[in-house]
């Protein structure tokens, strides 16, 4: 299977599953991915992401070597939201090693802060500073203020739930 061919034949849930069917444990076949997911077909990249989390949730050892290139590829000012919302999905469901912390941390943080990211997006970053905050308890009360200088200006119910599920966890550190 060609990948770019796949990716542009259709976008759907369906296809997705098929590209992570065909790259399985290939490292390989994922690297092949991740290219195209930091290239600059940005169509091409929007739909690799969601093949990407797929992957991840099938086989989440295979993305490990990948993931300070994906959190990299989110300083690009040019990226869809897909793009973003995958990544730090796949960042918030696997064990991040200790040489990606930083970054995953400040990726994170700067995503949170930024009101025009989407919720999905910094719901993910709250998921992955909290168990930063875990492992790095000297983050939880930057990770507190930050949720709570957010939340009366947030009026999704979904940031909300997020926020006080974090919060309780800080709460108890």
Not at 17 to 24: C, E, H, K
Not at 108 to 121: D, G, H
Request: charged share 25%; glycine share 4%.
């Amino acid at each position: 299977m060609n990948l770019s061919d796949a990716l542009r034949a259709e976008h759907s849930k369906a296809q997705a599953l098929r590209i992570a069917t065909f790259v399985g444990q290939s490292t390989k076949r994922f690297s092949n991915l991740v290219s195209i997911v930091t290239g600059d077909d940005l169509k091409l990249s929007q739909r690799a992401a969601w093949a990407i989390t797929c992957c991840a949730e099938a086989n989440p050892k295979t993305v490990q070597p990948f993931l300070g290139e994906l959190l990299q590829n989110l300083s690009r000012t040019d990226l869809h939201d897909a793009v973003k919302r995958n990544t730090m999905k796949v960042v918030a469901g696997v064990d991040l090693p200790d040489e990606i912390a930083g970054l995953a941390a400040d990726t994170a943080f700067r995503i949170l802060s930024s009101p025009e990211e989407s919720i999905a997006a910094r719901a993910h970053s709250m998921t992955i500073l909290e168990r930063l905050c875990l492992r790095e308890p000297l983050l939880a009360e930057e990770l507190q203020l930050t949720i709570e200088n957010q939340l009366p200006y947030e009026s999704s119910p979904g940031f909300h739930s997020k926020a006080r599920q974090v919060l309780k966890t800080l709460e108890r550190l």
